[in-house]
C-alpha cells in the first residue's frame, strides 16, 4: 500500500496521509511531480502510456507521478525519473520550475535540459511506458 502525505492550502505539509487512490479529504492536497526533458534542439521527450494505464496508449509528458508519504518533491522527481525511464538524475541543486494547482492537489513541475539523449539506451518501466520519442 503507497502512502502520500497530505498538505494545507498553502503547501505546507501536515500530519496525515492517505492511501494511494483514495479520495483527498476536503481541504487537504496531495504533491505530484512531472519532469519535462528537453534535448539540445528544445525538443521534449514524450512517452506513451501502458493500455493498463489511465489514460491508456495516449502520449504524455516525460515523466510524472505521486509523491510518496515522506519524500520532497526532488527525490520524488528522481526516482520517477529512474523509474519510468531508467536515468539518473540529480536535482540536488534545483528548483521546480512551476507548480500547478488542481482540484485536490499541486503539481510540481521540473523543466531539464539533456543533450545528446539516446533514446535506444532508456529503460522504459513496462508497466507504464510503452515507447518514447
Known sequence: MELLDLYDENKNLTNLQISRGVKVPKGYYRLVVHICIFN???????????????WPNKWDISVGGCVTAGESSKLAAMREVKEEIGLDVDLSNVRCNFTFNFEDGFDDIYLLNIDNLDLTKLKLQKTEVSEVK
Do not use: A, F, S
Open 40 to 54: 539540445e534542439e528544445g525538443k521534449m521527450l514524450i512517452q506513451k502510456r501502458t493500455p493498463n494505464k489511465k
